[in-house]
């Protein structure tokens, strides 16, 4: 009896021991994102998608933050924590003027639940070789089908070598 009291009272101890340990891993990390060129529609965005590391606590938020080109303000998405997710996925929404070989950065906070004050915060940057002016002005197409846009003349289109 003796035996076990004292294999309670150390099990005991390692367990309160193992709560003074800080988890010191990042709540979230940037696993892969970039920009997206859809010739089809004429539009562009960026976005990314962060994996959580660590348990974020309940009720917190989680904001990304992306630079947009030709503005002082940043796009906002916010997204609210939820136990048991796999990913978070953020973009922004069509974007105008994107310069090719610009690093545009994105930021991802987690904000505390009630205050929303910033627990943690990572930083990513984004680029692309492409410049926007490779977008036509108007959708190549209309609907799901495919169907050509007769507001376009194809042979009006930048080519390769006009854009370099």
Known sequence: M????????????????????????????????GFIFNYRIGEA???FVAKPQKAIPEGAVLEARFEVPGSEQPFV???????????????????????????????????APGDGKVLASYTQSYYTN????????????LGPGYTPNPAVDISRLPSDKSLE
């Open 2 to 33: 003796r035996a076990l009291s004292l294999l309670a009272v150390l099990t005991l101890a390692l367990a309160l021991a193992g709560c003074n340990e800080s988890d010191t891993r990042p709540y979230l990390k940037f696993a892969g994102g």
């Open 45 to 47: 965005f960026y976005g």
């Open 77 to 111: 998405q916010r997204q609210p924590a939820k136990s048991g997710m796999l990913r978070y996925s953020f973009r922004t929404p069509p974007l105008h003027g994107i310069v090719k070989n610009h690093k545009y950065q994105a930021e991802l906070r987690v904000l």
């Open 130 to 141: 492409v410049d926007q002016r490779t977008l036509p002005d108007k959708p190549l197409v």
